[in-house]
C-alpha cells in the first residue's frame, strides 16, 4: 500500500480508516463520472459518465461494469430512495426523473413556477419523503454534458418537492451554483456545496449547513461549513457518527461534525462525488473523472439505500 494514501490530520480520522486497505481502481473509460448511487439489495453500484450520456453499472457479486442506460439524459446526481428507486438529475431532460418498479421513468418535476430548472446536478432524499436537488447551469452552459440553452429561472437555486403533493418550492435562493448535498444524520441540518468559483474567479468553493426547522422543510440562513482547499467540493456523504466524506479536486477529504478537517485520502483524478456501498455499508465508491474507485473504511453509510 502506498504510504502517501492517507493523510491524517486528527486521531479522529485514524479510527475511521484501515492503513492496510489500499485505493482499488476498479475500472476506467469514462470522460466524467458522477451521480454514484449503490443498490443493496442487488449489490450494484450506477454511476453517471455524462458527456458520454450514459450509466455504467458495476457488478460488485463478480466485479464486472456494464453500460447501464445508454442514452441517459446527461444523467448527473443520483441517489436511491427508502423504497429502492434511482432518482436522477437529468441535464438534458432539466429535470428529476425516477425509475419506477416497472422500469419506466417518471419525471418528478421540470419546472418553477412555469420556467424549466437549468440542469439538476444532485438529489438527496429525506426520511419524510420529501426530495430536495441543487439546479446550477452546468448542463445548459455547453454542449458537452447537456444541450446549451439559456437560462428560465433566474438563478441557481435548490429545490424541494413535497413527498404528498409533488409540489415544488425553492429551498434556498442565495447560492451561485448550488452542488453536491446531504442532510445530517439526524436531519437537524442540512449542507449544500457551492462552486461558484467555476464562473467567477473568486466565487465560492464551500459547504454551507442550514439548520433545518421543527417542520423538517424551513432552513435556517446558514453558514459555510468548510471552504475547499484544492479544487472544489462537489458531491459528498455523512458517516453515522455525522462525519462528513466529500470529493476535492485532490481526492476525498473527511470533515467532523465540528467542522474539522481531519483527513484525506489521496486519488490519482479529480474526484467529483462518492457513496457508501457493500453489504456492510462500509465501502467507499469514489467517482473520479475517467475512472471508479473504492476503499474499505472504518466508517458506515449514514442513509440506506443512498
Ligand atoms: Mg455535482
Redesign the pocket.
Known amino acids: 500500500m502506498p504510504a502517501e494514501t492517507y493523510e491524517i490530520l486528527d486521531d479522529r480520522f485514524a479510527r475511521l480508516v484501515h492503513k492496510s486497505a489500499h485505493l482499488e481502481k476498479l475500472w476506467t473509460g469514462s470522460r466524467w463520472a458522477?451521480?454514484p448511487a449503490y443498490f443493496p439489495a442487488g449489490r450494484y453500484l450506477v454511476w453517471s459518465d455524462i458527456p458520454n450520456d450514459r450509466l455504467m453499472r458495476y457488478d460488485e457479486t463478480d466485479g464486472s461494469v456494464s453500460t447501464f442506460m445508454q442514452p441517459a439524459m446527461n444523467q448527473?446526481?443520483h441517489t436511491v430512495d427508502r423504497q429502492g428507486r434511482l432518482v436522477a438529475c437529468e441535464h438534458r431532460g432539466r429535470c428529476v426523473s425516477r425509475i419506477e418498479h416497472d422500469g419506466t421513468r417518471k419525471v418528478l418535476a421540470d419546472r418553477h413556477d412555469g420556467k424549466r430548472f437549468n440542469s439538476p446536478?444532485?438529489v438527496v432524499v429525506k426520511s419524510d419523503g420529501s426530495i430536495w436537488f441543487?439546479d446550477p447551469s452546468y448542463g445548459i452552459d455547453s454542449d458537452y454534458e447537456g444541450d446549451a440553452a439559456p437560462h428560465e429561472v433566474d438563478g441557481c437555486h435548490v429545490y424541494r418537492i413535497d413527498a404528498a403533493t409533488g409540489a415544488v418550492s425553492a429551498a434556498l435562493t442565495d447560492y451561485e451554483k448550488p452542488?453536491?448535498l446531504a442532510f445530517s444524520p439526524d436531519e437537524r441540518y442540512l449542507y449544500v456545496?457551492d462552486?461558484g468559483i467555476s464562473h467567477r474567479k473568486d466565487g465560492p468553493r464551500h459547504i454551507r449547513v442550514h439548520d433545518v426547522g421543527a417542520d423538517g422543510r424551513t432552513l435556517g440562513p446558514g453558514r459555510v461549513f468548510a471552504t475547499c482547499d484544492v479544487g472544489v467540493f462537489?458531491?459528498f456523504r455523512f458517516d453515522i457518527s455525522g462525519n462528513l466524506w466529500t470529493s476535492t479536486g485532490a481526492g476525498v477529504s473527511c470533515y467532523a461534525p465540528d467542522g474539522t478537517l481531519i483527513g484525506k485520502i489521496a486519488v490519482p483524478e479529480v474526484v467529483?462525488?462518492l457513496c457508501f456501498g457493500g453489504p456492510k455499508r462500509n465501502r467507499l465508491y469514489v467517482c473520479a473523472t475517467t475512472s471508479l474507485y473504492s476503499i474499505f473504511v472504518n466508517a458506515h453509510g449514514a442513509t440506506w439505500p443512498s
Request: hydrophobic share 15%; proline share 0%; aromatic share 0%.
Open positions: 458522477e451521480g448527473n446526481g446536478n444532485d441543487t452542488n453536491g456545496a462552486t462537489d458531491g467529483a462525488n
